[in-house]
Nanobody, 123 residues
Framework: QLVESGGGLVQIGASLRLSCAASGRTFSTAVMGWFRQVPGKEREFVATVSRMGGTTSYADSVKGRFTISRDNAKNTMYLQMNSLKPEDTAVYYC??????????????????WGQGTQVTVST
C-alpha cells in the first residue's frame, strides 16, 4: 500500500514536500516514481528513483526545481518541490515497481499506486 501526503494550496514560487509511505511489501526492492495528472489529461511522469536512491530521472518540466529521494529505513519516498508554478497544479501520485531494476518513466511499468494528493499553485 502506498499513501501520499503533503499536498496543499500554495502561491507561485513556494515549496512543498510530498511524502509517500509504503507498507506491505519490501520497499527497498521497488523502483519508485512520482506522476501527476490534471483532469482531462493523461498521467504525466514527474520523477523516478532507483532502489537504493543512487539513480534519479526527472521530466524536463521539473528538472532543477524538484528533487526525488527515498529513505528505505523509513519506507518512505519524497518529492521536494521548489519554485512552484501554476502549471505544476495536479494530483500527484506515487508509484512502485516492485522487482524492477531500472528507473522508468513509463506508467505501465509500475504495479502499485497511491490514491494521490492534490497540489494547487495559485496565481
Amino acid at each position: 500500500q502506498l499513501v501520499e501526503s503533503g499536498g496543499g494550496l500554495v502561491q507561485i514560487g513556494a515549496s512543498l514536500r510530498l511524502s509517500c509511505a509504503a507498507s506491505g511489501r519490501t520497499f527497498s526492492t521497488a523502483v519508485m516514481g512520482w506522476f501527476r495528472q490534471v483532469p482531462g489529461k493523461e498521467r504525466e511522469f514527474v520523477a523516478t528513483v532507483s532502489r537504493m536512491g543512487g539513480t534519479t530521472s526527472y521530466a524536463d518540466s521539473v528538472k532543477g526545481r524538484f528533487t526525488i529521494s527515498r529513505d528505505n529505513a523509513k519506507n518512505t519516498m519524497y518529492l521536494q518541490m521548489n519554485s512552484l508554478k501554476p502549471e505544476d497544479t495536479a494530483v500527484y501520485y506515487c508509484a512502485a515497481d516492485f522487482g524492477g531494476y531500472l528507473v522508468t518513466r513509463t506508467a505501465s511499468d509500475y504495479d502499485s499506486w497511491g490514491q494521490g494528493t492534490q497540489v494547487t499553485v495559485s496565481t
